[in-house]
């Protein structure tokens, strides 16, 4: 605890449950990342498996990777203080949007509903 803030008798500056839920978003995060590298090396290592996966399979797993890597970079941008809104990515973000309704309307016909 800051003595200067204890010595005042001030509360901390940022309450301890902010910090907690920002240390939990931080290890998520890394975690996200960690997944997302472990899946692209696997990848890299035998390309040949993922072209063997059923098409619509295929499509939703690079769907989810481009989503993990697209939310990756939103959140690296709201920490640097930039709105990602404002920033090109958004473009990005409408395109998966598509592409997932897209997938989304190919599931429902797949399952013939």
């Known amino acids: ?3 200067a803030a204890s010595v005042a008798g001030a ?3 940022v309450p301890p449950a902010v910090l907690c839920a920002a240390e939990e978003a931080l290890a998520a995060t ?6 997302l590298a472990e899946m692209l090396a696997a990848a890299a290592e035998d390309p040949d498996a ?3 996966l059923p098409p619509l399979q295929r ?3 690079f769907l989810a990777v ?5 939310s990756l970079f939103s959140v690296r941008l709201r920490c640097s203080g930039i709105n ?3 920033h090109p990515i958004r473009k990005e973000f409408e395109r998966l949007s598509l592409w997932q ?3 989304n309307r190919l599931n429902e016909w797949d399952k013939g509903t």
């Open 101 to 103: 309704e897209k997938l």
């Open 50 to 52: 993922i072209a063997e």
């Open 30 to 35: 890394e975690s996200v990342g960690d997944h």
């Open 84 to 86: 990602p809104d404002e």
């Open 1 to 3: 605890m800051d003595s």
């Open 11 to 13: 509360p901390p500056a």
């Open 66 to 70: 481009a989503h993990a890597a697209t």
């Open 59 to 61: 499509a939703r797993a």
